[in-house]
């Protein structure tokens, strides 16, 4: 199985019609469905349903379409990464990122990196510490930002200057917007948001015994999205701090937890990998970067 027809078979399944990608691939629309036809019998397996004027993915396409996409990236990133050891004054990095406020530091460093770097070129990928550390194990990450304890047995890590701390997002005009600090108590039996890693890892052992009378309305890897559903009065989003907008003209304010639920923020790498120059160079300037700023306590 080459890497070109599996590139001929994600424009396929893209745009769902063979004409059409047989013109994007630059290839004749037989030399394209001749190349389907070999995959499909090199694999066994029916890939494709035919319409009348389109096409769609079988059970098995959809499967081949997902493995598909990894195994093109990383054949991306290996060509990228061959093409810039040699290249001094840039290349590629990879990114994968949770949502914090942290994230700033990053953005800082990597500002002051690309002005000695011009030709840096770097890609962020967003998602929960499942989806960012999935890409960092199959390569195709360089890097992953998490706010969970990294596995040692993994990861080699860099601790971020600050820390976040969890809270509570919640209309202005809510009861419960008056308090200062929001107890596990406050939150029983009312309808709340929050992404499943969190509600899992964070707020079950915060609450103790309290959690089972916690009612999870609905679940969101984006606090964003979470927000407008609070905004709504459908209920309570559970997030860090700074991620959300509550200034007054917003509607929203947020209340951190009581007792405080501090969330570390770790830059991670995979143990015994291979850098490109360019990353190499990036992990030197943050790391002298971070441990050269004293850890700064979280605010409540």
Not at 17 to 41: F, G, I, Y
Not at 96 to 120: D, H, N, V, W
Not at 125 to 133: H, I, N, P
Not at 234 to 246: E, H, S
Request: glycine share 6%.
């Amino acid at each position: 199985m080459e890497i070109r027809t599996l590139r001929y078979f994600l424009a396929v399944a893209r745009e769902e019609n063979m004409s059409r990608a047989a013109e994007l691939l630059h290839v004749t629309q037989p030399t394209l469905s001749k190349a389907m036809k070999a995959l499909e019998d090199e694999l066994g397996k029916k890939l494709f349903t035919r319409h009348s004027f389109s096409i769609s993915l079988t059970q098995e396409g959809i499967l081949l379409r997902n493995r598909a996409e990894d195994l093109v990236s990383m054949a991306d990133k290996i060509e990228k990464e061959f093409l810039s050891l040699d290249e001094l004054t840039g290349g590629d990095i990879y990114f994968g990122l949770a949502e914090s406020y942290q994230i700033r530091y990053l953005a800082r460093e990597i500002r002051t990196f690309k002005a000695s770097y011009p030709a840096l070129r770097y890609h962020i990928t967003s998602g929960d510490t499942e989806q960012v550390t999935e890409k960092l194990d199959k390569g195709l990450l360089d890097f992953a930002v998490i706010c969970e304890t990294p596995d040692e047995r993994k990861y080699h890590h860099i601790l971020f200057p600050e820390s976040d701390y969890f809270g509570a997002v919640m209309p202005i005009d809510s009861e419960l917007a008056g308090k200062d600090r929001i107890q596990a108590d406050d939150l029983a039996g009312l309808p709340l948001f929050c992404s499943e890693q969190s509600w899992e890892n964070d707020s079950r052992p915060w609450a103790g015994e309290c959690f089972d009378r916690f009612r999870l309305e609905g679940s969101f890897r984006l606090s964003y999205n979470g927000s407008m559903f609070a905004k709504e009065g459908l209920g309570i989003l559970l997030t860090l701090n700074n991620l959300i907008d509550t200034s007054p003209e917003s509607g929203l304010v947020f209340r951190p937890l009581s007792p405080a639920v501090e969330m570390k923020m770790y830059l991670i790498w995979n143990k015994y990998q291979s850098f490109t120059p360019i990353a190499e160079r990036f992990l030197k300037q943050i790391r002298a970067s971070f441990s050269g700023q004293e850890k700064k306590p979280v605010r409540l």
